[in-house]
């Protein structure tokens, strides 16, 4: 295999080193290009670029791989806690009994949200949507942590992410509860990860909650499918920020908004409100393939397709499987999952999505098993970042352990005006 590409243009022939990955992929360094040639890159949705080496996870979307820290997921859901992956994908290994009791108790140990930040909440409108106010209030951690926004300095990198993972669940459950004009509920540190967020979510003061262990684990399942899929556009975000060498709060607040758009993120939201409008329309769902396939529509299958998987979604293919069982428990009938499966069969069988090779992604069943869990649907996305959170914070960690990070900055093809004179306003027109 050789080791060098040889890139020429005109006269001019240069040799680029090949770097191989642990699994075999290789790339070509290019970036002594510009340098040597004038000529730089250009790659649209840096579809075909690498933006960095990163040894946390490993994705194949031919063969519908995913492991965190080598590990399959396939694995992590049936044998893991949310928090011992969160645990895994930040210092690369899974903890001893010992480090997973401390993580578990130093997280515990930050639930809690400082009152003048918890008053933050009401200076929001009532009906902003929960992410809005969870990447500001992420932001906001870092004027309560002002001690804690070194990168460099790894004691206080360590309390940020103990703060960061402790303290979102409190913050999108604050959201929540202000929304619907409901008492905050504080954090308890007698329940899990998972039980205490949706104790926060759905307890009143004047009743304690029963929540189904089912329920819990749905929840777990979900937070460890969404905790990290390496260079989306939410990580790359973070890591983008995180390369001017800005906190680690900071940073997540800028994933957090990546997230929010209903390409990423905010599909699983739009997955629901697309089968609800198909059920509002009579249910037909042919009608709305037809739809999705005509450009001029501007509409797409929401959770469908994918720019790494080309065969199948493994988090998908759990989630369905979840899916089905998870309402048998509940004794919940959906109607709105008949619509997804109505639409998957459709789609799977329209050689528009096969030559296309579009499959259901982790958006496309996630949304009938929030709503499941009472999950309102504005906080779909929300839900996501939960459970994204770690994957972000291992990917801006690795960032900056690795001494040759530079900060993150693409070139472009510019195609606007030459040179041209100012006009004076009154000579305009
Ligand atoms: N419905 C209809 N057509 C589609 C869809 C869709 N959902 N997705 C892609 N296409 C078509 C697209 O129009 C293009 O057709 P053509 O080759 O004729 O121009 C072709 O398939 C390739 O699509 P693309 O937009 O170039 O693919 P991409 O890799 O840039 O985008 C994607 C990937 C996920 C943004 C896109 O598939 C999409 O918009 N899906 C719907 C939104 C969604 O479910 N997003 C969640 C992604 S998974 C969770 C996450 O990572 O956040």
């Given at each position: ?7 020429s ?6 040799e680029?080193?090949?770097v ?11 970036s ?10 250009v ?8 933006s ?11 063969k519908?791989?995913?492991r965190?820290?080598?590990?399959a ?27 997973l009791?401390?993580w578990?108790?130093?997280i515990?140990?930050?639930t809690?949200i ?9 200076a929001f409108p ?17 004027t ?8 460099k300095d ?6 940020a992410?103990?703060?960061?993972i ?13 929304s619907?004009?409901q ?8 329940l899990?990860y998972?039980?205490n ?5 759905f307890?009143?003061p004047s009743?304690t ?11 777990n399942l979900l ?7 390496e260079?989306?556009c939410s990580t790359?975000?973070?890591r983008?920020i995180g ?6 709060f900071a940073?997540?607040?800028g994933?957090i ?6 390409l ?10 697309m089968?609800t ?5 009579g249910?037909?769902v042919?009608?709305f393939?037809l ?19 080309k ?10 499987g979840?899916?089905?069982k ?16 109505e639409l998957?069969?459709?789609a ?8 296309r090779?579009l499959?259901?992604?982790v ?12 999950i ?7 839900m ?12 801006w960690k ?5 001494p040759t990070?530079r900060i ?5 093809i ?16």
């Amino acid at each position: 295999m050789s080791d060098v590409a040889k890139i020429s243009f005109g006269d001019k022939e240069i040799e680029c080193p090949v770097v191989v990955g642990s699994e075999g992929e290789q790339g070509i360094v290019i970036s002594k290009l510009r340098a040597e040639t004038n000529l730089i890159t250009v790659d649209n949705g840096f579809a075909n670029t690498a933006s960095s080496s990163s040894a946390i996870t490993f994705l194949n979307g031919e063969k519908g791989i995913l492991r965190y820290r080598g590990i399959a997921i396939e694995e992590l859901t049936q044998q893991s806690s949310f928090i011992e992956v969160a645990y895994l994908l930040v210092y690369g290994e899974l903890p001893t009994k010992t480090q997973l009791d401390k993580w578990e108790s130093d997280i515990k140990q930050h639930t809690l949200i400082k009152e003048k930040m918890v008053k933050f909440f009401d200076a929001f409108p009532q009906d902003a949507h929960p992410m809005g106010v969870l990447s500001s209030a992420s932001s906001a951690l870092s004027t309560f942590y002002q001690e804690l926004l070194d990168p460099k300095d790894e004691e206080a990198v360590d309390l940020a992410i103990i703060k960061m993972i402790a303290k979102l669940p409190t913050i999108a459950a604050c959201a929540y509860k202000t929304s619907i004009d409901q008492p905050r509920v504080y954090p308890r540190n007698d329940l899990s990860y998972c039980a205490n967020f949706f104790n926060m979510m759905f307890s009143v003061p004047s009743e304690t909650l029963e929540i189904p262990d089912v329920v819990v684990e749905a929840l777990n399942l979900l937070l460890i499918l969404h905790a990290d899929h390496e260079q989306n556009c939410s990580t790359s975000t973070v890591r983008l920020i995180g390369s001017t060498q800005a906190n680690l709060f900071a940073s997540i607040s800028g994933g957090i908004s990546a997230l929010w758009g209903p390409l990423h993120g905010g599909a699983n939201q739009a997955v629901m409100d697309m089968l609800t409008s198909i059920q509002a329309d009579g249910g037909d769902v042919s009608k709305f393939v037809l739809k999705a396939k005509d450009k001029s529509s501007g509409v797409r299958l929401m959770g469908f397709g994918h720019r790494v998987y080309k065969n199948f979604d493994p988090r998908a293919t759990i989630l369905k499987g979840v899916c089905d069982k998870l309402l048998a428990q509940l004794g919940i009938t959906n109607p709105l999952l008949n619509i997804a499966r109505e639409l998957e069969a459709a789609a799977l069988s329209d050689e528009y999505f096969v030559k296309r090779k579009l499959y259901p992604n982790v958006d496309f069943y996630s949304g009938i098993i929030y709503s499941a869990l009472n999950i309102p649907v504005n906080m779909f996305t929300v839900m996501f970042a939960l459970g994204r959170l770690p994957g972000w914070i291992s990917h801006w960690k690795e960032l900056n352990e690795t001494p040759t990070t530079r900060i993150g900055r693409p070139r472009q093809i510019y195609t606007g005006h030459n040179s041209r004179p100012y006009v004076p306003i009154d000579q305009r027109g």
